[in-house]
């Protein structure tokens, strides 16, 4: 079946993106690698002229790390709860959008907004829902200047207010703000490629549906959803690759500190941390941490495709 | 024989040769074209202004010396673009940096030492030069452990004492001097006002850093090993502002959760009525005109409490320049030129000086009359930029210098985490204090 | 009982419900009216805080309690925004480089989607892998490289050096694939049977069946040149090439590094604005989907 015409013809239409794969993607992630293996290896002594062995010694200090364990778990945790929550929303979001008429195309521009603000008035308003001013928690001085809007809230109905990322703060009410922020920000793209995915859909299907009477629901899992199967899995599995990658949500509510001020660097991840290694001039440890972060990401990719062979439908 | 000698002979040619790439021609610049590319942070027009008229005069002097000015954005663009640009060879000559930067570039033994061009015997600066630079400004650039000297300030800031003039003398308040006052007159506030925090300090790192040198004790070294900071008299005074903060008395930028200047300046309930803070942000530590036009209170400011008012210990911060090494000496002689006018001509400084409300390096200064008359205009009010300035120049005597070396930079936000760590703590103070310490200096052990 | 009286009963049974159902239908809908509003507010929010943002003034911003409602309403933070960062130039320069790289590409998008959907060709799930690979390393990470990768062409400060490395993006790539494999494979073959090319092929029938996508790709794209920052400001950070986020981020910053961020927002929805005009343009583009004619069965 594969004609030799056509694999001459596709390589053509590769090689474009090849091209400039090779040059700047590839050739980067080989010197990637090779900093990964020169022991101690700093971009800047290297400019000066010192020179490094080979060895994984680099590996050995990203490991051992006394917050690496921790910059794992934020990683892993941040993404697990993160991607299919947004999913989830993101999907019943569209859908709803799909199927109004009045209105619609007032609320589908509200939901491109978020494209449109600026990170750091993102960064404030959470702030401004969640940070408590004031200082002497806990002791006979407390004084308290604002609780923040979600506090206030809380309070309204009754209930006592909760140290969300100030000092003494639990991690897992930092989890929970970083949560709510990241799946914030991840809505509106997933909401925007979805949507896009549900006007391609047939509208026979649906019409088919409507007259033998089908139940809402039974049209959302028998058609709707499998569907839309390849862009659901498109947005389960780049929200994965990018899940992984989190850092500048973290530094968009807690700041440098990564932190609450009694803890910093709770919240640090694994690219927080290969961050933090290239601003000290550590590209080899950042290599080596960009190495097995890599490896985590390669796996969860691998085990995302095998399921997705069984459950999408072109 | 014959073979040998003329190998010889041609050794003895190249010799002199590899000495002129390292050493300065000492004739000094010699007038060719060259161009010097020089970054920098200002871009508030007034501002902008004093540079580009400065280089205009520089250039009387120096017509053949081009000087490309660059705004590289922030402090930190400029530490993110310089290493890669270090590394791609082509960095600019001359640059606005924190000595901590400094160090950084240096791992590349990029940057060039000074010491032969301020000795220069043709372009070095004079006896008079060396000793109009403020003490404590120009010694920064040599504090890099080597005893070579790699910057030269700039513009400077400090930190003040902003405190709330009309609430002090309305209840016949003395201002402290020493940290014991303080802490009386936090009391007596606490009585007068309890719902006030008396005392915000705005930046934790400084604090513990100025605090080790006031108590003289160790904080850190520019040579193996670097981290000396986890010692007795340290614990001993985080422990005793701990104490103060069970008490009410004082709080910090990050264990408020905005910034104290902002308790300072409010007319609400809840206020601080003594506030530290840089002496370049004077601005912010005025309260807002109330609608006819007046101050709710008069601002005073004071240099900040000393630990033994007869050694007084201040910070110093704000940009240096430093230079490059270039294979073209008479490059590296232009740049010198320009950084010696920058930074030796009273006018220049003093001009920038009113215009950015950032301390002059020189001390020079004080003696150009628009200068002076800049500084009489202080008060608490319209005019708090001059008073700030003002004190700052009064308390010259005070500026220390910390160790620069690769993680002096990690090791000033490691202590300033120590201090809003343990400021907090209700139980258990002690051994935590003990474990914030040593954590501190293993994420700086670590970091490199 | 009659069959008249049956059949009246039946019309009255199916009329109820008909009711019961129209009944049902109308509680969905509300519930679902309910549920968009209640996500469309919370989406809403930081836009708002955004423009009450852009017209606070920076003593009332630098508040300890942040109001939701500004005291007084500083309308000239928007006049001061437009002419303190030189936002003509920034702007030319981001619409520029925006434009450019979109078309560009656009189509290398088109034609490398295309290879990986329809067509046939040794190692083509291992090479799609790798692709997927390149994803999983981070950003950060190549910048250096790249840095002299283009130090070395002599890219330094030009529009090339803007545009280029960044013409080919996976993640995109990844996207027209799926949207490729859903047009039916009947088709090409229809097509084929026809004698029409590949290429034509591509761009008379794939192209226009997955326009939607191609639009959702056009404006991420835009949005990319708008928000880019860090490779601006490390390669083209000039008067003459420098782009919109970095220019915004320094314009409002004092000397003493303190940021005027109420004029610094007030900037922001300034420039972004047009890409909100090219979102309502195309708007209907991505929603009014495709239609299909031409398939049988």
Redesign the interface.
Known sequence: MVESKQQWKAWIYLAPAIVLLLVFTVWPIINTVRMALLNNYSGLKAAGGASFEFGISNFQKVISYRRFVQCLKNTVLLCVFTVPISTLLALLIAVALHSIRPLQKALQTIFFLPYVTNSIAIGMVFAAMFNIVGSFFGTENELIVTSGIINNVIEFFGGTRINWINYGSSYTANMFVMIVYIVWNALPFKILILLGGLTSINKQYYEAAKVDSTPRRRVFWRITVPLLSPMLAYVIITGFIGGFKEYTSIVGIFGERMGPVNDAGRLNTMVGFIYDSLSNSNEGRASAAALILFGIILVVTLINLQVSKKRVHY | MKKILSLILVLMMLIPSVAALAEMPAEGYDGSAVTVKFYHIINRDDQLEVLNNAIVEFNKLYPNITIDAENAGSYNDILNRIPAEIKGHNEPNVTFCYADHVATYNESNAVQTLDELIDHPAVGLTAEQKADFVEGYYNEGKSFGDGKMYTLPFYKSTEVMYYDKTFFEANGLTVPTTWDEVEEVCAKIKEIDPKSIPLGYDSEGNWFITMTEQYGSEYTSATEPHYLFDNDTNKAFVKKFNEWYQKGYVTTAGLYGAYTSGLFTSTDETRCYMCIGSSAGARYQRPAKAEDGSYPFEVGIATIPQVDVNNRKVISQGPSVCIFKKDNPQEVLATWLFVKYLTTDATFQANFGMASGYMPAIKSVLEIPEFQEYLEKADGGDNIAMLSMKVGMEQTDAYYTSPVFTGSATARNQVGNIMTTCLGLTENVDAEIDKAFQNAVDECEYAN | MTQKSIDIMHARNLHKTAANQKIGRAL??AG??A???L??L??????Y??LI?SVKSL?EY?????TLWPRMILLKNYAEAFTAANLGRLFLNTLYVGLVSTLLSLF?TI??A??FAR????G?EL?FAA????????G??????????V??FGW?NSYTVLI?????SV?Y???LR??F??IPNELYLAAKVDGTS?WKYLWKVMVP??L??L??IT??KM?GSWNSY?WP??VA??EAHRMVT?GL???F??????VN?PV??AA??LV??P??LI??FL?KY?????S?SGIKG
Do not use: C, H
């Open positions: 969905v809908l679902i009216y549920f968009l509003i996500m469309a919370i989406v809403l929010f930081p836009f805080w955004m943002s003593a630098r508040f300890s309690v942040p290398i034609i490398t295309f290879a067509l046939e060709f040794k083509k090479l692709l997927l690979a390149t994803m999983m390393i981070p950060e990470l190549f910048t250096i490289t790249n840095y002299l990768t130090s070395r330094l280029v490395p960044f013409l080919v993640f790539i990844y996207l799926q949207n494999l859903q590949d069946l997955s939607p996508t639009i959702s404006i991420l949005m860090i400001r490390l950070n000039d970095n981020r320094n314009a910053t004092d000397t003493s590094g303190d961020y610094q927002m922001v929805a972004s604005a890409l909100f979102f309502v708007r991505i929603m009014a989907g495709v299909r």
